[in-house]
C-alpha cells in the first residue's frame, strides 16, 4: 500500500467512526466559507490524489462535527494529527525529482488512462520516457490493443463469475461471483481493495453502479437487491423487488432516481433506491425472461431484452410502452445498450450479430451488422460513441465506429479479437481508455482502448 492509499484509508475510517455519513451529507454540512463537492470528497476519501490543505481541513472539520454536534476548530487534536500527517506527504510528493515523478506517483494518483498521451498530461518530450511506455503509446496510436494483466476474482468452488462494472465516478472496478461475492478492485494497480460485499441466500445474477459511484447494487435469484457503500463495503439498505422469479438484469437511470430490474417473471419493475419503495406498475409484454435493461443517457428511455428475441422499449415515467423491436433471426435477445446520444440501440442474442437500431424508431439502422463467433451474452458503448465491445460465450471482440461516416462501422480487418474465453459481460471506464471483459472462470481481463483514428 502506498503511502496515499494508507492516507486515504485513514480518512475513511475516520468518516466510519463519525457515523458513515454519505457524500451527499458531507458536502450539505461542509462550512460555506469552504465548499465541499461530493466528487471531491471522493477523490479525498479514494486517494486518488491529495486534496488541497484548506480542503482537507474543512472535509475533517465536516467529518469530526457529525460525531460531536459542535462546530470544530483547527486546533481539534484529531485535526491536528491528520494535518501533519498531510504535511508529510506535501513533503514527499514535493520532494520527488521532476523527471522521475511519473515513475515514483502513486498508483492511486495515476490516471488509468496512462498507456495514451491523448489520455494524459504531456510532462515532457517523448524521448524522456521510458521505451516501454513509448512502445506502447505507439502501438495505441496506430490503432492496437494493448493486453493488460487480469484481474482475478476469488470464487468458490463450483461458482462462476457473472459481471464486472467500472465505477461512473472513482478508478474502481468491481466484479461480482455467483457465489454472492463482490470484490473491489484498483485497475491500474490490479490490487484488490480489500473489500468483499456478502449479503444474498442465493447466487447473485447482476450488479450495477448508481451514476454517482456512492453506490453499489447487486440482485440475485432470491429476489433482492442489495445495495453497498463501495467504499467502506456496508449494506445501504435491501429492496424487495416483489418478483415473483430471480432478478436477472438491472440498471439505474441517469440521475439516480430510478432502478429498473427485469426477472424470470418476464416483467420490467421500477424502485426508488432511496426507500425501496416500488414506482408505479409493472411493465408487461415479454413472455419470457428479461436478459438486460438500459437506460438512455437522458432517461427518457428504458430498453428492454428478453429471451423471448423481443426489444421493447418503455417510456420509464409513464411506465409505458413506447416501441417494440423484433428480429425474425434472433430468437433469443440476450443484451442491449444505447449509444452515449441516445440515437442508436446495438443489441445481441443467440444470433450471434450485434445488430443497430435506430431509436426513435425501432427500425434497423443504415450500418453493417457486426457478427461474433458465439451467442452473445454482452454489448457496451465507449463513452464518446467511437467504439462498441461486445462479449460472446466463447470471445469478445472490439469494433471501431467511425461517427464522421453515417456511424458507419469499420470493416471485419479493423476487428480485434480479444482472447477466447467464457465471457459473461463487458464495460468500459468512465474515461474510455481501459476496456473489461469477464470470464466465467473469474478472470477480469483489461485491455488499453486505442485512439480514436481521425
Known sequence: MTELEAFAAEL???????????????????????????SA?????????????????????????????TPVNRENPR????????????????????????????ASQRSSATPTAAYMPHTGPMSDRGLAERAVLAALARGRLI?????????????????????????????????GKVQLWDPVTGRSRG???????????????SPDGTLLASAGSDGKVQLWDPVTGRSRGVVMTDHTGPLTAMAFSPDGRLLASGGGDAT???????????????????????????????????????ADGRLRLWQPDAQRLMNEILSDQNPVANAVAFSPDG????????????????????RAADIPLAKVWSTIVSVAFSPDGAWIAAAGDDSAVLWAQDQTVSKRLYGNGQELLLFTNAFVSVAFSPD???????????????????QRRA
Open 12 to 38: 475513511r475510517d475516520l468518516r466510519i467512526e463519525c457515523g458513515n455519513p454519505s457524500l451527499r451529507d458531507i458536502e450539505k454540512a461542509a462550512p460555506p466559507s469552504r465548499p465541499l463537492s461530493a
Open 41 to 69: 470528497i471522493s477523490e479525498a476519501l479514494n486517494g486518488k490524489r491529495l486534496p488541497r490543505l484548506d480542503f482537507f481541513i474543512a472535509l475533517v472539520q465536516t467529518l469530526i462535527r457529525f460525531r460531536s454536534g
Open 79 to 106: 485535526v491536528e494529527q491528520l494535518r501533519l500527517r498531510w504535511q508529510e506527504l506535501e513533503r514527499l510528493r514535493v520532494s520527488v525529482p521532476r523527471n522521475t515523478r511519473s515513475d515514483r506517483t502513486p
Open 147 to 179: 493486453s493488460l494483466a487480469p484481474l482475478q476474482h476469488d470464487l468458490a468452488p463450483g461458482a462462476k463469475l457473472v459481471s464486472a462494472a467500472f465505477s461512473p465516478k472513482d478508478e474502481l472496478l468491481a466484479s461480482a461471483g455467483s457465489d
Open 195 to 209: 473489500v468483499v460485499m456478502t449479503g444474498h441466500t442465493g447466487p447473485l445474477t447482476v450488479m450495477a453502479f
Open 268 to 306: 420490467v419493475r421500477l424502485w426508488n433506491p432511496i426507500n425501496g419503495q416500488a414506482v408505479g406498475e409493472p411493465m408487461i409484454g415479454h413472455s419470457a425472461v428479461i436478459n438486460a435493461v438500459t437506460f438512455s443517457c437522458d432517461g427518457t428511455l428504458l430498453a428492454s431484452a428478453g
Open 343 to 362: 440515437t442508436l440501440l446495438a443489441s445481441g442474442g443467440a444470433d450471434r450479430v450485434v445488430q443497430l437500431w435506430t431509436a426513435d424508431t425501432g
Open 432 to 450: 474510455g481508455t481501459l476496456l473489461a471483459g469477464a470470464g466465467e472462470d473469474g478472470k477480469v481481463g483489461l485491455w488499453a482502448v486505442p
